[in-house]
């Protein structure tokens, strides 16, 4: 059945059968793989736990990958569909990264989306160093005159009512993004990331920067 959608879509498809007792571990062994031949995006199905807590959870395979991936992670709900309506970026007052937002920014042109930034700070008292980020992430992104805010509370619930706001359905986030936390030298998914991919019913690109300029 894929093959025959990526034929009619005229899209090169490549099949591969791997077996193993860790299912993230062959999906990262098959990443790194193809991420030296320049992959660049690896597409997951989100994978959470019905309960109480359904919402906010993301299924433990689906963590790992989105942890040690070598390249940015496409987490699609069952309901997502294909975005074209707004783009929108979370960015990190405190961890900079000027490749979020020209990712995000060149999604957005693909498919004639409108491009729109936050920022969350935690307290007022933070609200001039997320203006500036802010501004610098607009900078960032080739787009002046995109849309941006910041906005005050906690990370992942300000970022999801700005995407209702917005009319998102797409949302790029980066992989450590956690006011007040430490970056760790291991690589990890940060509470934000995790949170707010359990709540979406939009797809979620988690943006993970080349090592290497990627081949085109």
Same mark, same amino acid.
């Given at each position: 059945?894929?093959? =025959? *959608? /990526?034929?009619?879509?005229? +899209?090169? %498809?490549?099949? $591969?059968? #791997?077996?193993?007792?860790? !299912?993230? @571990?062959?999906?990262?062994?098959?990443?790194? =793989? *193809? /991420?030296?031949?320049?992959? +660049?995006? %690896?597409?997951? $199905?989100? #994978?959470?736990?019905?309960? !109480?807590? @359904?919402?906010?959870?993301?299924?433990?395979?689906v963590s790992k990958v989105l942890?040690?991936?070598?390249?940015?992670?496409?987490?699609?709900?069952?309901?997502?569909?294909?975005?074209?309506?707004?783009?929108?970026?979370?960015?990190?007052?405190?961890?900079?990264d000027p490749t979020l937002p020209?990712?995000?920014?060149?999604?957005?042109?693909?498919?004639?989306?409108?491009?729109?930034?936050?920022?969350?700070?935690?307290?007022?008292?933070?609200?001039?160093?997320?203006?500036?980020?802010?501004?610098?992430?607009?900078?960032?992104?080739?787009?002046?005159?995109?849309?941006?805010?910041?906005?005050?509370?906690?990370?992942?619930?300000?970022?999801?009512?700005?995407?209702?706001?917005?009319?998102a359905d797409l949302l790029v986030?980066?992989?450590?993004?956690?006011?007040?936390?430490?970056?760790?030298?291991?690589?990890?998914?940060?509470?934000?990331?995790?949170?707010?991919?359990?709540?979406?019913?939009?797809?979620?690109?988690?943006?993970?920067?080349?090592?290497?300029?990627?081949?085109?």
């Amino acid at each position: 059945a894929l093959q =025959a *959608l /990526a034929r009619a879509a005229g +899209v090169p %498809l490549e099949l $591969r059968l #791997r077996r193993g007792p860790e !299912l993230h @571990a062959e999906i990262l062994d098959e990443a790194r =793989a *193809l /991420a030296a031949r320049g992959a +660049v995006l %690896l597409v997951i $199905r989100r #994978r959470g736990r019905r309960g !109480l807590l @359904a919402n906010l959870l993301v299924g433990e395979m689906v963590s790992k990958v989105l942890a040690q991936a070598p390249c940015s992670v496409l987490v699609v709900a069952r309901e997502a569909r294909l975005w074209q309506r707004a783009v929108l970026a979370g960015i990190d007052p405190q961890h900079r990264d000027p490749t979020l937002p020209a990712a995000a920014a060149a999604l957005a042109r693909e498919c004639g989306a409108k491009l729109h930034l936050v920022c969350v700070a935690a307290n007022e008292a933070q609200r001039a160093a997320a203006e500036q980020a802010l501004a610098q992430a607009r900078a960032d992104s080739g787009e002046p005159a995109a849309g941006g805010e910041v906005r005050i509370g906690v990370a992942h619930a300000e970022l999801m009512a700005a995407a209702v706001g917005c009319a998102a359905d797409l949302l790029v986030l980066g992989r450590r993004g956690e006011p007040g936390g430490r970056a760790l030298a291991r690589a990890r998914l940060g509470s934000v990331a995790r949170e707010v991919t359990g709540l979406a019913t939009c797809p979620v690109l988690v943006h993970i920067p080349p090592a290497v300029e990627p081949l085109r």
